[in-house]
C-alpha cells in the first residue's frame, strides 16, 4: 500500500533549527512535495524534490533520498510565524499526491 | 487577486439534506480537486478534474459528486448527507493537468453534518 510517515507533533525554541522527518511509501514516485498550513487555513507550497540532494530556499530547506523512502524539511532561525502544521505529500506513478496526516511544528520563545 | 473562492466558509446541514459546496477560481488552471481534512489524517482526495468537462473519482468519492462545466468552477455536491461527512474541505488547483503537483488552494469550507 502507499503510506507517508512523519511526526505528529515537533517543539523547538525560537531561533534555533528544526528537522522535519517523512518516510514515503508510493506507488512509483513522481516527487515529494511539502506544504505549509497555518491553523484554520489553507496549505500553502514550500517545497519539491524529484532528484536526490537538497534544495535550499531560504530559511527553509527539502532534502530527499529516494534509495531511503526519505525526505526532511530543515528550517532555520525559527520564527514565532513558523508554528504551523507541516505536510509531506508523495506523488505517485499515476500523478496522485499521497498525504501525511502533517507534523505540529510548536515554537517557544 | 482572488485565486480560489470556496463558499460557504461554514455551515451547519442536518442529515438527510442536499449541500452543494462552491468552488472558483480565477487563474485559468486546467486541473481542480476536491479534498476532506480530517483530524489526524492526511488530505483525501474526493474528486478531480484534469480538464473542463472531465472529472474523475479520487480516494474517497462515496456520497459526493462533482461538475466541471467551465474552466473556473468546481461545485461538490453531497446529494443526502450524513454525519461521517462532517469535514473541513478544500478545493484546490493547479496550473497543468493532474501531474503538476504544485496545488493552490481554497480557504476551506468547514460542514457539520448533525
Known amino acids: 500500500g502507499q503510506n507517508i510517515d512523519q511526526p505528529t507533533e515537533m517543539t523547538a525554541t525560537e531561533g534555533a533549527i528544526v528537522q522535519i522527518n517523512c518516510t514515503y511509501q508510493t506507488s512509483g514516485f513522481n516527487g515529494l512535495f511539502w506544504y505549509q498550513q497555518h491553523a484554520g487555513e489553507a496549505p500553502t507550497f514550500l517545497s519539491y524534490n524529484v532528484l536526490d540532494g537538497l534544495e535550499e530556499k531560504g530559511r527553509f530547506s527539502s532534502f530527499l533520498s529516494r534509495s531511503k523512502g526519505y525526505s526532511y524539511l530543515l528550517l532555520k532561525e525559527l520564527q514565532m510565524k513558523d508554528s504551523a502544521s507541516y505536510l509531506c505529500?508523495?506523488?505517485?506513478?499515476?500523478?496522485?499526491?499521497?498525504w501525511g496526516a502533517g507534523t505540529k511544528l510548536i515554537i517557544k520563545p | 487577486i482572488a485565486g480560489i473562492t470556496q463558499a460557504p466558509t461554514s455551515q451547519i446541514l442536518a442529515a438527510g439534506r442536499r449541500m452543494t459546496l462552491r468552488c472558483t477560481q480565477d487563474?485559468?488552471?486546467?486541473?481542480m480537486y476536491w479534498y476532506r481534512q480530517d483530524l489526524g489524517l492526511g488530505l483525501r482526495l474526493i474528486h478531480y478534474s484534469n480538464t473542463a468537462g472531465t472529472t474523475g473519482k479520487g480516494e474517497v468519492p462515496d456520497g459526493y459528486s462533482v461538475s466541471r462545466a467551465n474552466t473556473d468552477d468546481f461545485p461538490l455536491t453531497l446529494a443526502s448527507a450524513v454525519p461521517s461527512q462532517t469535514s473541513v474541505y478544500f478545493c484546490?488547483?493547479?496550473?497543468?493537468?493532474?501531474?503538476?503537483?504544485?496545488?493552490?488552494f481554497g480557504e476551506g469550507s468547514r460542514l457539520t453534518v448533525l
Open positions: 484546490a488547483s493547479s496550473a497543468g493537468g493532474t501531474d503538476t503537483g504544485e496545488l493552490f
Open positions: 487563474m485559468r488552471h486546467n486541473a
Open positions: 505529500a508523495g506523488m505517485d506513478s499515476n500523478y496522485q499526491l499521497i
